[in-house]
């Protein structure tokens, strides 16, 4: 037997915790993949466009008008991606509060994907303000007369939530038991924290809308919105943890070895609530639209169309195939219907943000370039610092009692 | 009339009603379709939570992500590629406090089955087989110079680390899941009947711990021979 105990054979923490044990030039080497190439390309031309708009200004870089100051950086990185970053405190409610405890293996994935969507959201925010160094001025300012003071303040300490909830698996891998242990003890209270900023600023993001009834197609607009909104962040954190799970399984496959959890019946589950929500949803708006006296809009002309495109194709179509699959066990299928009800989703933010706002004006807006590069470009950090994370943290998985180097 | 005129100026609510009263009445089918369908097929293979699954491990400590060999050495796939080894809680309690681990150096290769580590207690010394073939890449100094790492065995008690030469073939050959629960049960089984042969499993259902050196109990004088047959290591 060869053996000793004299010679050091870990690496340094850097090489061990940061280059996943390889030394500087064969993790170099491993980051040579197509992947990265398109990811790199994205970034060479993304981020000097964000350093461009704080140099030049908003109205050299988009498309943006007195009538039209919100644009994709509001109605896709905002709303868009605050809404598919509800799944932190969809799943984090589900397992410590609900006691789903089957739904344990996903939660960490899920806060991960909610925090960084916060953290980009308001980087695509940084960028939309116009001088975003005055948003400190909401620690001082008594607004609270304003909707944006309350999503200001809900999205900010609700990123700290996150940020404390995220902080357990950072500091297992540190190994760091001192800080750990005590945040996993208070992971309750951080959920009910979580559930109780989400719920305030996802409605309050419709909200905003309600100031705006001539401004915003009757067929979208609602009083009732900020209830819309709540609701269909729920619908987007449940579809997106189950479009998260799919790729993660596919990609992070390695991780799931010796991990003993079943993912079609999480993912059956999630279809079965995700089938439910949805039906509501589906209901709610119609009665949202015959409140609103605009029932006769539905399928005249072109908003008419477009309205019941959103409602039949990416909202009960999604509903009917969760139920048929969950019913049926087909993970599959479950899986397709979440991607189609994350587009609808995404669809109704822009929609309601960009596409039917403003709808009487002559001039429409349309994204430009840099502004579409911009969103593309924090799309592809979020991936990026998603897939760094998980192939060094214990997110897929949780380490037992602090056991060694959890890459 | 009255009631025409009534309707007609409320058309907007009868609406909103008939709405919601269709939409109760179809959300209890909706509801009963998605509730009902084909019954699960396989239930043993039920999602069960990691850390469900690590508290249920009844007399001894099993988590669920670990894969034991029949030596009691313990194989842990990590993110990197790398696997941990340890020795099991039932090895743990079997040889009672150790002295020094002797672990293997960087780059040694090691067969699964084959020793790999050499534990000191009480002035001898047990060999440990190694449940993966592989190059070593790391060793726990922290082991091998203080701490019996009996406390944590399945965490800050890990041994080395290796890069496995084919891990999906070493993992056929190991333990996991209900079938490493009920074989470390027997295992125990097996040793308190060599402890107290009257006893036998009567002490397993009454909850007493066992004591920390059970093969120290069987034969105090050669109690390194006893754990190497459970170590699979006699003669090693």
């Not at chain 1, 915003?216 to 209830?227: C, D, N, R």
């Not at chain 2, 406090?97 to 000191?120: C, D, I, Y």
Request: glycine share 10%; with cysteine; charged share 15%.
């Amino acid at each position: 037997m060869d053996s000793a105990t004299t010679v050091p054979a870990q690496g340094s923490w850097v090489q061990e915790k940061i280059f996943l044990g390889m030394t500087l030039k064969e993790y170099l080497k491993s980051l040579w993949t197509p992947f990265n190439i398109v990811a790199a390309a994205i970034l060479a031309v993304g981020l000097p466009l964000i350093v461009y708009r704080f140099y030049a200004g908003l109205g050299a870089t988009t498309n943006l008008s007195q009538t039209q100051p919100w644009g994709l950086w509001i109605g896709f990185d905002m709303m868009t991606g605050i809404a598919l970053a509800a799944g932190g405190f969809t799943i984090g409610a589900t397992v410590e509060i609900f006691g789903l405890e089957d739904y344990h293996p996903i939660e960490r994935p899920a806060i991960l994907t909610g925090f960084l969507g916060y953290v980009i959201a308001i980087v695509g925010l940084c960028a939309d303000l116009g001088k975003p160094w005055n948003m400190v001025g909401i620690f001082s300012n008594n607004g609270t007369q304003s909707v944006l003071f309350e999503v200001a303040w809900c999205v900010c300490c609700y990123t700290s939530v996150l940020a404390l909830e995220f902080a357990v698996p950072f500091f297992e891998w540190l190994g760091w038991q001192r800080f750990y242990r005590p945040l996993k003890k208070i992971l309750l209270a951080l959920t009910v924290l979580s559930v109780m900023f989400s719920t305030m600023h996802q409605s309050a993001l419709g909200s905003l809308f309600i100031i705006a009834p001539g401004k915003l197609h009757p067929l979208w607009y609602s009083e009732s919105m900020f209830f819309f909104f709540f609701l269909s962040a729920v619908i987007a954190g449940i579809s997106m943890v189950i479009v998260e799970s799919a790729i993660s399984h596919k990609v992070f496959a390695s991780q799931f070895e010796g991990h003993h959890f079943d993912a079609d019946e999480l993912t059956l589950g999630l279809g079965k609530a995700g089938a439910v929500v949805m039906f509501a949803y589906f209901f709610l708006k119609l009665q949202g639209v015959i409140d609103n006296h605009a029932i006769e809009y539905i399928g005249r002309g072109f908003y008419g169309k477009w309205w019941l495109v959103e409602m039949l194709g990416f909202v009960l179509l999604p509903s009917v195939m969760y139920a048929w699959a969950a019913r049926n066990r087909r993970a599959r299928v479950v899986r397709v219907a979440g991607v189609i009800a994350v587009t609808g989703i995404i669809l109704n933010r822009v929609n309601i943000s960009m596409v039917a706002y403003n709808w009487t004006q002559p001039v429409r807006y349309v994204p430009s370039w840099m502004e579409i590069m911009v969103s593309l470009a924090l799309v592809t950090v979020g991936i990026l610092a998603f897939r760094w994370i998980v192939n060094r943290m214990p997110v897929l998985h949780e380490l037992d009692q602090g056991s060694p180097a959890g890459h | 009339m009255f009631g025409h005129d009534f309707l007609a100026g409320y058309s907007a609510k009868l609406l909103e009603y008939g709405l919601a009263v269709s939409y109760l009445v179809l959300f209890v089918a909706f509801w009963r379709y998605v509730q009902g369908g084909t019954a699960k097929a396989q239930p043993e293979l039920r999602a069960t939570p990691h850390r469900e699954r690590a508290a249920s491990s009844g007399w001894f400590e099993l988590p669920s992500d670990v894969a034991l060999h029949p030596g009691h050495t313990w194989a842990r796939l990590l993110a990197d590629g790398s696997v941990a080894v340890g020795l099991d809680d039932l090895g743990h309690r079997m040889v009672g406090p150790v002295e020094s681990f002797e672990l293997p150096a960087a780059g040694v290769t090691l067969a699964q089955g084959e020793p790999a580590v050499r534990l000191h207690a009480a002035g001898k010394s047990v060999a440990l087989v190694s449940p993966v073939d592989g190059q070593v890449i790391a060793y726990n100094a922290a082991v091998a110079d203080s701490s019996d790492g009996s406390n944590e065995p399945y965490g800050q008690g890990w041994l080395f680390k290796v890069q496995p030469a084919n891990w999906k073939l070493s993992r056929a050959q190991l333990l996991d899941g209900p079938a490493a629960k009920d074989w470390i049960e027997e295992e125990a089984k097996r040793l308190v009947a060599r402890i107290a042969p009257r006893a036998g499993v009567e002490l397993l259902q009454d909850g007493g711990v066992p004591v920390h050196g059970m093969a120290r109990e069987i034969d105090p004088e050669n109690w390194d021979r006893v754990a190497s047959q459970f170590f699979h290591t006699e003669g090693a």
